[in-house]
């Protein structure tokens, strides 16, 4: 177990983004915080000054050797959503991981912990094929650096389907809200019989916060897991309870409005069975999580 009387340090990827600034938020009082960023100079979440950051151009072996961080939490992706090249893709997604894991191991980091998606466990499901591709490959390249050596464990999340405040505006939940809040009149969108595990960025960024405590518990120096809550619902559920939450009885939702995507992943749950056996579960309920989502966007 991590020392709770000393600030040692953790290395934050993706500081900035939706995840990383909540994770920001989740463990500052914690541990002493350092993040990598794409530019410093221009953040969209963070304040200025609020942690000790780095620019994703600079040697990432001095970070290391100056701050000697006892964990990483990868939480840096790319999406391929904004025409990124697929080797922009493979340098965050794939490379950038696997050389963190090989500094962590050098510098005798102790944990390693690497956001996935629930994604790469659709069979044939054509959103987003080459993010699913190389979050895949990342899992795959984790394990093998990872089994070299039992100097740094490796603790490689599914997270399924996050949402909360903060996150970009071209996410589907984001969209949601924006249209909702807006009183849209109407909202196309498929049958929504598609079921999905959303879990609030809270209580990802908390089962994050426990991983650092517990990881010492795992037998294996590679660990691949869920991050979820364990329960699914209905696109249509889902939906239905954001209006409600959000007060509005005006816009329609035009479920069957569009076809499903090809080879729709028609339910996704997680199995937290090793965050569970910590102790770990779920604190908000969806209607708090939305709540909380709509108050701050």
Not at 32 to 44: A, H, T, Y
Not at 122 to 138: F, V
Not at 214 to 240: A, I, N
Request: charged share 20%.
């Amino acid at each position: 177990m991590l020392d709770d009387m000393v600030k040692q340090t953790i290395f934050i990827t993706g500081a900035d983004g939706f995840l990383g600034h909540h994770l920001v938020q989740q463990l500052t009082n914690t541990y002493n915080i350092i993040g990598l960023v794409r530019s410093p100079e221009k953040l969209k979440r963070l304040k200025v000054g609020q942690i000790t950051l780095y620019s994703t151009s600079e040697p990432l072996e001095n970070v290391f050797e100056e701050h000697q961080p006892i964990g990483i939490v990868h939480t840096a992706t790319k999406y391929g959503r904004t025409g990124e090249s697929v080797p922009r893709l493979l340098d965050v997604n794939v490379d950038l991981p696997a050389h963190l894991l090989e500094l962590s191991q050098k510098y005798k980091t102790q944990i390693f912990i690497n956001i996935g998606s629930f994604i790469t466990q659709g069979k044939g499901y054509n959103y987003l094929q080459d993010y699913a591709l190389s979050k895949k490959q990342c899992s795959q390249w984790l394990e093998l650096i990872a089994n070299k050596t039992d100097s740094c464990k490796v603790v490689d999340f599914n997270l399924y389907h996050p949402y909360g405040p903060g996150d970009a505006d071209s996410k589907f939940v984001s969209q949601m809200v924006k249209a909702i809040k807006e009183k849209n009149l109407f909202i196309d969108l498929t049958p929504g019989e598609q079921k999905r595990d959303f879990i609030y960025v809270g209580d990802v960024a908390a089962a994050i916060a426990v991983t650092l405590k517990r990881f010492v518990d795992l037998e294996h120096v590679y660990t691949q897991t869920d991050l979820g809550t364990g329960s699914s619902y209905s696109l249509r559920d889902f939906l239905e309870t954001l209006k409600l939450v959000a007060g509005n009885t005006e816009t329609e939702l035009k479920f069957g409005a569009l076809p499903y995507r090809e080879n729709e992943i028609m339910e996704a749950k997680a199995t937290p069975s090793v965050l569970n056996s910590w102790g770990w579960k779920p604190s908000y309920t969806m209607n708090q999580g939305l709540a909380e989502t709509i108050a701050k966007y």
